[in-house]
């Protein structure tokens, strides 16, 4: 767990998920949330450690979760751009 919590970056913070779960089930809320807050962004920079060995040891549903969030985010986004073509940036 202290990979996780005391972590300043992606890369040591990354470890939490190569250890067996019964070390790191206490935070696992935080983890998941972690995983979900920076999976797009990871996919997109493609770190070195962000192989498909280190994916697979992400839970499943997780990015099944991230993934919902993320079209979610773009449903409301196109709703508040439609509304802003009709009444002009700044007034939403």
């Given at each position: 767990?202290?990979?996780?919590?005391?972590?300043?970056?992606?890369?040591?913070?990354?470890?939490t998920?190569?250890?067996?779960?019964?070390?790191?089930?206490?935070?696992?809320?935080?983890?998941k949330?972690?995983?979900?807050?920076?999976?797009?962004?990871?996919?997109?920079?493609?770190?070195?450690?962000?192989?498909?060995?280190?994916?697979?040891?992400?839970?499943?549903?997780?990015?099944?979760?991230?993934?919902?969030?993320?079209?979610?985010?773009?449903?409301?986004?196109?709703?508040?751009?439609?509304?802003?073509?009709?009444?002009?940036?700044?007034?939403?």
């Open positions: 767990m202290d990979f996780f919590l005391k972590g300043t970056d992606d890369v040591v913070k990354k470890v998920l190569e250890h067996n779960k019964a070390h790191w089930l206490a935070i696992q809320e935080e983890l949330e972690w995983v979900q807050a920076n999976w797009w962004r990871w996919k997109e920079e493609k770190p070195e450690w962000f192989s498909l060995a280190w994916q697979k040891q992400v839970p499943e549903g997780w990015i099944e979760d991230a993934t919902e969030r993320s079209r979610e985010k773009g449903r409301r986004r196109s709703s508040v751009d439609k509304i802003k073509g009709v009444f002009g940036k700044g007034r939403v």
